[in-house]
């Protein structure tokens, strides 16, 4: 398959739609399986907040899980859509938004197809911890680009592929401490900036940030670093 060709269809990998299903349950325990997740949502909020408006703006949330992302986006002021394909997590995702209040339009649905029926419709759209979990990232960025309007701000997630990454996010994580389910991650899969910014060129984005997310599991929490060998976090916007 060629980088940019993966259909909505086929740009998923069925293996990785029922590692993270199996989660949907405890995805909302703060200390289950995802409690690295969220300690990583707070900065990833702030770091969207920081860029764009949140109040009354529209977004798109591309790989929402169980919706820990989309929730706080929601109660920050936005129309929020989640989108992803393991449908136990778009019900624990539901599920938890009629217990909390908190209103995000949900759906079992691929990007690219949201993407062919509302071009240029969203202030925003973010994508976390998804690229390396699928066959076509570029495909993915293709078809959130689509979705933003002239001016409008894509902001994703996503593992560096460096031995630092490997020593912390795999064998720290999966294997010395089990912060995460092991085969979590896969190496191979993980995307450097330079990758990133070279595919978010190719579909008409102008890359403006790429700043660091470091997890300290001593402490349970994760800040903004300038250090970028792990996870990091890069905002492009598209040009209008």
């Not at 995702?93 to 759906?107: I, T």
């Not at 691929?110 to 066959?135: I, N, Q, R, S, Y």
């Not at 994580?173 to 900036?193: C, M, N, S, W």
Request: proline letters at 6%; one cysteine or more; hydrophobic letters at 45%.
């Amino acid at each position: 398959m060629m980088v940019g060709e993966a259909s909505g269809d086929t740009n998923f990998r069925q293996a990785e739609l029922d590692k993270f299903g199996a989660l949907a349950q405890r995805w909302w325990d703060p200390q289950g399986p995802q409690k690295a997740l969220h300690a990583l949502n707070p900065p990833r909020l702030a770091y969207v907040a920081d860029r764009i408006a949140l109040k009354d703006a529209q977004v798109v949330d591309v790989g929402c899980g169980g919706g820990l992302l989309s929730e706080a986006m929601a109660q920050a002021g936005a129309d929020v859509v989640g989108l992803d394909l393991a449908p136990e997590l778009v019900k624990i995702a539901r599920l938890h938004g009629l217990e909390s209040g908190v209103r995000v339009d949900y759906r079992v649905q691929p990007v690219e197809v949201l993407a062919a029926e509302a071009a240029g419709g969203f202030d925003a759209v973010t994508c976390m911890e998804m690229l390396e979990h699928v066959p076509d990232p570029a495909a993915i960025l293709s078809a959130c680009a689509t979705l933003l309007k002239p001016g409008g701000r894509l902001f994703v997630s996503t593992l560096n592929r460096t031995p630092a990454a490997f020593a912390l996010a795999i064998v720290g994580a999966e294997y010395v401490a089990r912060l995460l389910p092991k085969g979590t991650h896969q190496y191979r899969d993980f995307i450097k900036p330079s990758e990133l910014a070279a595919w978010l060129r190719g579909c008409g984005l102008e890359l403006e940030d790429v700043s660091g997310l470091m997890y300290e599991p001593w402490r349970n929490a994760a800040r903004l670093t300038s250090r970028t060998d792990v996870n990091y976090l890069a905002c492009a916007r598209k040009p209008g």
